[in-house]
């Protein structure tokens, strides 16, 4: 069992950046492969960025690529999306995600996730 917890929104103006952070319960974190996804208001939730379990490889939506980026820290048990540049259609609730794997693989699908955080609302304005 995985607990996730977001933190780190906000309400920020175009241009600027934002850290939102996950802490994860348990300890299999090691074996954790993780994901961030957003939905925007009247839009249904889509991939932003993943990142296996060893925090080696990284995946990014293409409106993401080259401003924003995912890292694990598996001694925190944190999971990071450091988002730079950001702008008004970034706009959205940021969930993170996360499923036990042996493997070496990033998953951007939702249906690959077994557990999901709450939530953190992103909003920027322009």
């Known amino acids: 069992q995985v607990q996730l917890v977001e933190s780190g929104g906000g309400l920020v103006q175009a241009g600027d950046s934002l850290r939102l952070s996950c802490a994860a319960s348990?300890?299999?974190?090691?074996?954790?492969?993780m994901g961030w996804f957003r939905r925007a208001p009247g839009k249904e939730r889509e991939f932003v960025a993943s990142i296996n379990r060893s925090g080696g490889s990284t995946d990014y939506a293409d409106s993401v690529k080259g401003r924003f980026t995912i890292s694990k820290d598996n001694a925190k048990n944190t999971v990071y999306l450091q988002m730079n540049s950001l702008k008004p259609e970034d706009t959205a609730v940021y969930y993170c995600s996360a499923t036990i794997t042996l493997g070496w693989g990033m998953f951007s699908r939702e249906y690959e996730y077994e557990y999901w955080g709450q939530g953190a609302q992103v909003t920027v304005s322009s």
């Open positions: 348990g300890r299999t974190f090691s074996r954790v492969a």
